[in-house]
């Protein structure tokens, strides 16, 4: 599943969408870090844009009729809303909020149908110097629209055609019958370079997909699917920077009550296949948004927020319950466990990883103390003393 917030750079329109979306099987985790590929390659946009404004200003110059002049217009009020819609988004990406992807790639394909216009206008004016400039940039430019977005290779197709497509038809309208022979290198040219884009996506995406699993396997449990120790800091730090969007954050510690004595028993084989199925029943009992962690043997962690202290035990109660309700099948044999339950909330209890788990292993240890399926909320720390403000020395005249 995509954490929470990654989804958010997808576009929404029916159109775009179509646009970044590739053919194939591509892991939806994979899909929004594609999308923000977009936002990528500054230097490339930068130069694309320095370049149409200046082709299409000098040849306005040159040949200063409203088509030229509109051109270049186009091109200034494009520049003028692309260039902060590119800042905003990655600002927005960093703070995990929702960047214009939508409007973004409508201007994209914007700008490049504007590179077309020009090629054309400038083949049918009959001037060289106007036609030669105008159709090397739109050239360079395809270069540069296949290399900036390959990770959506539908894009590039179509920005290709919007700013070369329209120098085919400008050769055949300028009245110089050689100038046809564009009608062969254009759809040529275009196709090499869409072509390279959609290799270059590929390759991305296998490379993408390989990180991916890399990643899966440093922060996940092999046994039970969930998050390891090191998953589970991971993305309980990242929501501890968003506790003021989603609300409080609780961590709640758990350890499983009579899971030695079944691996003694029954051996590991039947305990690997009882964690199994806890882990199961812990993700049926927690919500979409929870997270659910296995950290050691018999000990997991579960996530949640929104919820005030009594609350918070509430859930704890409920999840020890759902976990002790049933026996667990071990093939010939049935067992069943409990679990204690230690919780710490962010941030009365700690307002980083480490502090909240500490306070929650320690309420933990009152649990386990108690008896079998307690659940306890760590002890409030004691308000920060003032300082004492330095004596003065007393002065004696």
Request: proline share 5%; net charge neutral; with cysteine.
């Given at each position: 599943?995509?954490?929470?917030?990654?989804?958010?750079?997808?576009?929404?329109?029916?159109?775009?969408?179509?646009?970044?979306?590739?053919?194939?099987?591509?892991?939806?985790?994979?899909?929004?870090?594609?999308?923000?590929?977009?936002?990528?390659?500054?230097?490339?946009?930068?130069?694309?844009?320095?370049?149409?404004?200046?082709?299409?200003?000098?040849?306005?110059?040159?040949?200063?009729?409203?088509?030229?002049?509109?051109?270049?217009?186009?091109?200034?009020?494009?520049?003028?809303?692309?260039?902060p819609l590119l800042v905003h988004a990655h600002r927005a990406i960093a703070r995990g909020a929702r960047?214009?992807?939508?409007?973004?790639?409508?201007?994209?394909?914007?700008?490049?149908?504007?590179?077309?216009?020009?090629?054309?206008?400038?083949?049918?004016?009959?001037?060289?110097?106007?036609?030669?400039?105008?159709?090397?940039?739109?050239?360079?430019?395809?270069?540069?629209?296949?290399?900036?977005?390959?990770s959506a290779p539908r894009l590039v197709a179509v920005m290709i055609a919007l700013s070369l497509g329209?120098?085919?038809?400008?050769?055949?309208?300028?009245?110089?019958?050689?100038?046809?022979?564009?009608?062969?290198?254009?759809?040529?040219?275009?196709?090499?370079?869409?072509?390279?884009?959609?290799?270059?996506?590929?390759?991305?995406?296998?490379?993408?997909?390989?990180?991916?699993?890399?990643?899966?396997?440093?922060?996940?449990?092999?046994?039970?699917?969930?998050?390891?120790?090191?998953?589970?800091?991971?993305?309980?730090?990242?929501?501890?920077?968003?506790?003021?969007?989603?609300?409080?954050?609780?961590?709640?510690?758990?350890?499983?009550?009579?899971?030695?004595?079944?691996?003694?028993?029954?051996?590991?084989?039947?305990?690997?296949?009882?964690?199994?199925?806890?882990?199961?029943?812990?993700?049926?009992?927690?919500?979409?948004?929870?997270?659910?962690?296995?950290?050691?043997?018999?000990?997991?962690?579960?996530?949640?927020?929104?919820?005030?202290?009594?609350?918070?035990?509430?859930?704890?109660?409920?999840?020890?319950?759902?976990?002790?309700?049933?026996?667990?099948?071990?093939?010939?044999?049935?067992?069943?466990?409990?679990?204690?339950?230690?919780?710490?909330?962010?941030?009365?209890h700690g307002r980083d990883f480490e502090t909240l788990f500490s306070a929650a292993d320690a309420a933990?240890?009152?649990?386990?103390?108690?008896?079998?399926?307690?659940?306890?909320?760590?002890?409030?720390?004691?308000?920060?003393?003032?300082?004492?403000?330095?004596?003065?020395?007393?002065?004696?005249?």
């Open positions: 599943m995509i954490e929470n917030g990654e989804h958010s750079a997808l576009p929404r329109w029916r159109a775009t969408r179509w646009l970044v979306e590739t053919k194939g099987d591509i892991r939806e985790e994979i899909q929004p870090s594609l999308v923000k590929g977009l936002y990528g390659g500054v230097p490339i946009f930068l130069g694309g844009v320095v370049n149409t404004i200046a082709v299409s200003t000098l040849i306005g110059l040159r040949i200063p009729t409203i088509p030229f002049l509109i051109w270049a217009a186009i091109e200034i009020a494009l520049a003028c809303i692309r260039l960047p214009r992807t939508d409007l973004y790639i409508a201007l994209a394909v914007a700008w490049a149908a504007s590179v077309g216009y020009g090629a054309l206008i400038s083949l049918v004016s009959g001037d060289f110097v106007a036609s030669t400039l105008a159709c090397l940039s739109a050239a360079a430019m395809a270069g540069g629209i296949a290399f900036r977005n390959f329209p120098c085919m038809i400008g050769g055949f309208l300028s009245g110089e019958p050689i100038l046809s022979v564009i009608a062969l290198q254009i759809p040529a040219y275009g196709f090499a370079v869409t072509l390279a884009a959609f290799r270059l996506h590929g390759l991305l995406v296998r490379t993408m997909e390989s990180e991916h699993a890399n990643r899966q396997l440093a922060l996940h449990d092999p046994l039970t699917g969930l998050r390891n120790r090191a998953g589970l800091e991971e993305e309980v730090e990242r929501r501890l920077t968003l506790s003021d969007v989603h609300g409080q954050t609780v961590l709640l510690y758990l350890d499983l009550d009579g899971f030695k004595s079944v691996n003694d028993t029954y051996g590991h084989a039947a305990g690997d296949a009882l964690l199994r199925q806890l882990a199961h029943r812990l993700r049926n009992a927690t919500g979409p948004d929870d997270l659910v962690a296995r950290i050691g043997g018999d000990e997991f962690v579960v996530v949640t927020s929104g919820l005030d202290a009594a609350a918070a035990v509430q859930a704890g109660e409920r999840i020890g319950a759902e976990l002790s309700r049933r026996p667990y099948d071990l093939g010939r044999d049935t067992a069943r466990v409990g679990a204690s339950v230690g919780l710490a909330l962010h941030p009365i933990l240890y009152q649990a386990k103390a108690v008896g079998s399926a307690a659940c306890f909320v760590a002890a409030t720390p004691p308000p920060a003393a003032p300082r004492a403000e330095p004596r003065r020395a007393r002065a004696y005249g």
